[in-house]
């Protein structure tokens, strides 16, 4: 009887572990483009692994801005980077740099997400 409670107790915990790490908000401190003063454009370098770090990316409006993506997975689905309110759909090679310029004349959030919609991104032009 013991056994069956202790059986039941790892199972609604591993459970509850699944559900929190799917559908859990998991926070992360959105990052601000670095401006460089002599070309007057904003980058920030993004990696590409189980997911985007940083995954919200804050930049200034009217700047012009460049996003570095870093794929380390060699996974399918993190293979594309996809921003549908910006018309960007582009393949990320795996261990190379792949730049993608902004578009930030108009202030707004803008998701990205992977190729099969998996994992998510966001930008804030401000």
């Not at 509850?16 to 401190?29: T, Y």
């Not at 990316?57 to 012009?64: A, E, Q, Y």
């Amino acid at each position: 009887m013991m056994i069956k409670i202790l059986v039941l107790l790892i199972a609604v915990l591993l459970i509850a572990a699944i559900i929190w790490w799917f559908f859990g908000r998991h926070q992360e401190k959105a990052v601000a483009a670095d401006v460089s003063a002599d070309s007057q454009d904003q980058k920030v370098k993004v990696e590409v692994n189980g997911g985007y770090s940083p995954s919200t990316i804050v930049l200034k409006k009217g700047v012009p801005a460049e996003l570095d993506f870093y794929r380390k997975d060699p996974s399918s689905c993190l293979e594309r980077v996809v921003f549908p309110d910006m018309g960007i759909n582009e393949k990320l090679p795996q261990n190379q740099l792949h730049q993608i310029k902004v578009d930030t004349s108009k202030a707004g959030e803008y998701e990205f997400a992977c190729g099969m919609n998996m994992f998510h991104g966001k930008v804030i032009v401000k």
